[in-house]
Nanobody, 123 residues
Framework: QVHSVDSGGGLVQAGGSLRLSCAASGRSGRTYAMGWFRQSPGKERAFVAA????????EYADSVKGRFTLSRGNAKNTVYLQMNSLKSEDTAVYYC????????????????WGQGTQVTVSS
């Protein structure tokens, strides 16, 4: 069983920055590809960013390219989402998950979601 914990959300003004953290732990000792999604009320969970096992390949949603950076930390299965130049439309609950399928853009191919962290950007 894998358990993920995400954190770092908060209230920030438009143009500001936040850094989200996610740590996934499990008995297997494996390294996991991981991703971030976000969800606003009444909307489906949407892809934000993903990172591969080695941390040398990342993918981003078009809406966050150039503003968000996903990286791996020194601790195994710890990832950080640096969010800069935040906009009001970035307001959502952000979830990290472990990629268990083949489509890194689909929430259906992720498991072991964190509990979610609220990001609110005021304009």
């Amino acid at each position: 069983q894998v358990h993920s914990v995400d954190s770092g959300g908060g209230l920030v003004q438009a143009g500001g920055s936040l850094r989200l953290s996610c740590a996934a732990s499990g008995r297997s000792g494996r390294t996991y590809a991981m991703g971030w999604f976000r969800q606003s009320p009444g909307k489906e969970r949407a892809f934000v960013a993903a990172i591969n096992l080695n941390g040398d390949r990342t993918e981003y949603a078009d809406s966050v390219k150039g503003r968000f950076t996903l990286s791996r930390g020194n601790a195994k299965n710890t990832v950080y989402l640096q969010m800069n130049s935040l906009k009001s439309e970035d307001t959502a609950v952000y979830y990290c998950g472990v990629l268990t399928g083949s489509n890194q853009y689909s929430p259906n191919d992720y498991k072991y979601w964190g509990q979610g962290t609220q990001v609110t950007v005021s304009s």
